[in-house]
């Protein structure tokens, strides 16, 4: 099976500006989560996603939000982009049989 | 406010030696504790899980071993290889997905 996929894998914004991310689930897969990865704070859960439906959120502001379409690809998108939004944004995905999350490869933001 | 903390931040070790890596958590409720092994430019890489039912799981060189009393966990990495050389999180959840990872630990295996 392909993994999960996501694309752009590399993004350059200016505060201010909007930024839409997309994730490609592996086959099968009806759960998509997002993850912040970034020096200082780590790995954070932003929101997770099931049949078109965000089942969990993490402590991040309305500024960040999601969606999941019928194909159980997500996108997530952040607005009025700060500079503390630069950060390695990562999906994964996860079958019903278990919690076993398989992780994209990433999309590296900087904002300038 | 972290709820996995891990330790050591980074270690080295010698190729053929054992790499031992510390999680410990307060939530008595996690029910999932996963291993993932993450290489620059790459997202993190699942290696193993256990769940509070087993005490011991092995798989190949990698081991975790886990005390719910004390609630902590460790990765144990026999014969160490140059090729593990990579930063390994810790992490743990509710069944619901929403996976607290650790800080993350940077383990060089010197030739």
């Known amino acids: 099976k392909a993994g999960v996929t996501q694309t752009p894998r590399y993004l350059i914004k200016t505060r201010g500006q909007q930024v839409t991310l997309s994730c490609s689930p592996i086959?099968?897969?009806?759960?998509v989560s997002w993850y912040q990865q970034t020096p200082g704070q780590g790995l954070q859960f932003l929101f997770e996603?099931?049949?078109?439906?965000?089942?969990n959120k993490g402590n991040f502001p309305g500024r960040f939000s999601g969606r999941q379409f019928s194909n159980s690809r997500s996108e997530m998108n952040v607005s009025t982009l700060e500079l503390g939004d630069s950060a390695l944004y990562l999906c994964?995905?996860?079958?019903?049989?278990?919690?076993?999350?398989?992780f994209g490869p990433g999309t590296r933001l900087t904002v300038l | 406010q972290q709820q996995v903390k891990q330790s050591p931040q980074s270690l080295i070790v010698q190729k053929g030696g054992i790499s031992i890596i510390n999680c410990a958590y307060e939530?008595?409720?996690?029910?999932?504790f996963p291993w993932y092994q993450q290489f620059p430019g790459k997202g993190p890489a699942l290696l193993i899980a256990?769940?509070?039912?087993?005490s011991e799981k092995k798989e190949g060189r990698f081991t975790i071993s886990f005390n719910k009393s004390a609630k902590q966990f460790s990765l144990h990495i026999m014969d160490s290889q140059p090729g593990d050389s990579a930063t390994y999180f810790c992490?743990?959840?509710?069944?619901?997905?929403?996976?607290?990872f650790g800080a993350g630990t940077t383990v060089t295996v010197r030739a």
């Open positions: 994964a995905s996860s079958s019903l049989e278990g919690n076993e999350q398989f």
């Open positions: 086959s099968g897969h009806r759960s």
């Open positions: 996603y099931f049949s078109e439906t965000q089942r």
């Open positions: 939530n008595t409720a996690f029910d999932y």
């Open positions: 256990i769940r509070p039912d087993v």
């Open positions: 992490a743990a959840s509710i069944s619901d997905y929403k996976l607290s």
